[in-house]
């Protein structure tokens, strides 16, 4: 390397030296004061300078109508449902039903054989002309003392055993048809024509789902909120638009195991779109207040003797509110007490801001 080059990287290197240990002292060296303050902390840290307003967002209260919902799940069930069963034991003779059509209440659905009980009811007939002619004589002659009382209470004795042997049998017809117990519709069947069935054969099951009911449960904390005949909109997982229910009943206790409170309510279903054992979601409605004002959740501060808010008054400047807080929804919350209508609450700067302090605001819907 020649000479040259070697001064001239001696040079270079001393240069850089000395820009490094003498730029940070430039301050010192020019007679700059270095404990005076920088823009940034004479107006604090982070805050607006002395006399500039805070810039922050505010809503407007206003009544509005608030409806304090409860979304729960729940279960589809049926209005009615049975296992058609027969009352006594049988040969089936007829099935008069086809699988899974809807029948009114009273049609026949299975008839068993009934020819030994036709035969005894007939028998009971013929018995019974005899007996009410005998009795018939019997009453003439008792008229005109040619009998006893004694030999007419006998006859007619033997007429009324008739007439309740009789009714016994027709019963007993009667059960050998098996008729639909309400308007329904009929599942599958479990029995064929040619079968001796018992009384604990289920022969098919019928279910009503028109209207339809929803079962659900709701914390107990909720529970002195209930009132029959209020609303439920509830929707299943297939999705589709909800659709209105009436609460008409619920238990009168409370689960010891869950802590809820059971809960029934009905609904049409002319399309049959719910099915027993659909799963539902339920929106239910507890109660609906028409003049509620509601401040975004943001705008609440909790402390330990309740909550707060931060209100601008006509000077521009903060107020302290201590309020009172009621139903609380995705986004909102409802107050109670302690602001009123018109009122413009912070919604941004609530942990910068001070009472009395002037603030810069801007409304926001």
Known sequence: MKKQTKIILTLVIV???AV???YPRR???????KNAPSPT??????????????PVNVVELKPERLENNLSVTGTIIPNETVNLRTEIAGLVKNIAFREGEFVKKGTPLVYLNDDELKAQYQRLEYTKKLFESQENRQKQLLEKEAISQEEYDIVLNQFNTNLADLRLVEAQLNKTIVRAP???VLG???ISEGSVIGTGDVIA?????DPIKIEFSIPERYANMVKLGSKVYFSNEAGGQEVEGTVYAYEPNIDAGTRTLKLRAT???????????MFVRIKYILGVEENALMVPSEAIIPELNGYKVFVVNSEGKVEERQVSIGTRTDRYVQIVNGVSDGDLVLTTGVLQVRAGMPVNYNKIN
């Open 188 to 190: 599958l069947r479990q």
């Open 267 to 277: 609904s049409p279903n002319k399309d049959r779109r719910f099915l027993p054992g």
């Open 205 to 209: 099951s019928i279910v009503n789902i």
């Open 20 to 22: 490094i240990f003498i």
């Open 182 to 184: 309400f308007d329904g």
């Open 15 to 17: 240069a850089v030296i």
């Open 41 to 54: 902390q004479s107006q604090g840290l982070g805050g607006p300078g002395q006399g500039q307003a805070l």
């Open 27 to 33: 301050d010192t060296l020019m007679g700059k004061n």
